[in-house]
């Protein structure tokens, strides 16, 4: 079977940047499966493209590689790495997009790469994607590069220092992360098998308050509520209605979360001590 390779980039459609990409790659591998995860990250939205990552990467066949390059440092210092999470492997700049995926990981490992050992021919100041992430993430998914060549070891990568929400047992100071196609508002608060709670209301930078809490869109009976969505995160959305429009909330917002008393309710928000490494890339202010 021919090797999967998917893009996750902020680059749209309506240029040739995205198609570039897959030019790049097929010159390595006319072979390979090629496929996007989405090209309609926000330009130079990190977080997103670290969201968007984590909750499209586990869908695929384990083995894949996903080349995400949303890149405002494209050109400067900044290193790439390349890391495989759950038998999902990814090729990116090290700013953070693999904030979500690693720390959601349990099989975790990554490697700087040495980009002088790689170095192509032609290497534009602004197009790192198409010139070097593209066709090494190819050489990967072809099966020509294994992660251990591609450079040395590192404990972590740079995580997004402005996604550690802060909070105690009754509630938690999230922001918004994202707002998808439907107008859901997406938050930074997730739960996990080691974290469970059980939120009771949301108040906007408005002051508007969510009270509705809801396990499908089906049961919202008009205005916003509170779910878990199919990635674990919570989210404030509408029934037939974008809940943006509805809250006037937007990406960056502050968003306090009220959380049940109790065992489930009642635990901070924090990830276990092993999978919340020290930030070392901003986040949003």
Do not use: K
């Not at 586990?58 to 790495?81: M, Q, S, W, Y």
């Not at 990981?105 to 040495?114: K, S």
């Not at 059980?198 to 499908?216: C, W």
């Amino acid at each position: 079977m021919a090797g999967v390779l998917t893009f996750l980039t902020d680059f749209g459609t309506a240029d040739g940047y995205a198609a570039a990409l897959v030019g790049a790659a097929w010159a390595v591998d006319a072979s390979l499966q090629v496929t996007a995860l989405t090209h309609d990250i926000p330009p130079g939205d990190v977080a997103a493209g670290s969201y968007w990552l984590a909750a499209l990467a586990p869908a695929f066949p384990e083995g894949t590689v996903h080349c995400a390059v949303v890149d405002p440092g494209v050109g400067t210092g900044r290193a790439l790495i390349a890391a495989e999470v759950d038998g999902q492997r990814v090729v990116c700049p090290d700013n953070g997009l693999l904030h979500h995926l690693w720390l959601r990981g349990h099989q975790r490992r990554a490697v700087h790469i040495a980009t002088d050992r790689f170095r192509p021919t032609r290497l534009s100041h602004t197009f790192h994607g198409r010139d070097l992430m593209a066709p090494l993430a190819a050489r990967m998914a072809s099966g020509g590069l294994v992660l251990e060549e591609l450079g040395a070891t590192v404990a972590a990568p740079a995580l997004l220092g402005g996604l550690h929400d802060r909070g105690d047992s009754a509630g938690t100071q999230a922001h918004v992360l994202v707002v998808d196609h439907f107008g859901n508002v997406i938050l930074s608060v997730t739960r996990s098998a080691w974290y469970q709670p059980v939120p009771v209301a949301a108040t906007l930078p408005s002051g508007r308050r969510v009270d509705a809490v809801v396990d499908t869109y089906g049961q919202i009976d008009g205005g916003c509520a509170l779910l878990w969505n199919s990635v674990d995160h919570l989210e404030i959305a509408g029934r037939g209605a974008s809940a943006a429009e509805l809250t006037g909330a937007r990406v960056g917002d502050r968003v306090r979360v009220e959380w049940e008393a109790g065992p489930a309710g009642g635990a901070a928000l924090a990830a276990p001590p092993a999978l919340a490494p020290e930030a070392t890339a901003p986040g949003r202010p």
